[in-house]
């Protein structure tokens, strides 16, 4: 769900959804999230899950969390 809520918010999908409801047509420019930077805070069970799909995704991945050291390896 978070890298769905990722590339809504990065392509204005509700955005562009509510504006086409309302009977406007807007034309947005097209993004893509290839090697765009993701930070995760917490790099537990689901941190690291988004990070897996995020890095399939071809973004470039870091993460904050106190309990996992620097070098961390998948």
Do not use: C, H, N
Not at 30 to 57: C, D, M, N, V
């Amino acid at each position: 769900m978070a890298i769905a809520y990722i590339l809504d918010l990065y392509r204005k999908v509700t955005e562009t959804d509510r504006l086409v409801r309302l009977g406007e047509w807007p034309k947005f420019q097209t993004r893509s999230i290839y090697k765009e930077k993701l930070g995760i805070i917490g790099f537990g069970a689901i941190g690291r899950k988004i990070a897996q799909k995020a890095s399939a995704l071809g973004m470039r991945v870091s993460f904050f969390d106190p309990y996992i050291k620097k070098s961390y390896k998948k």
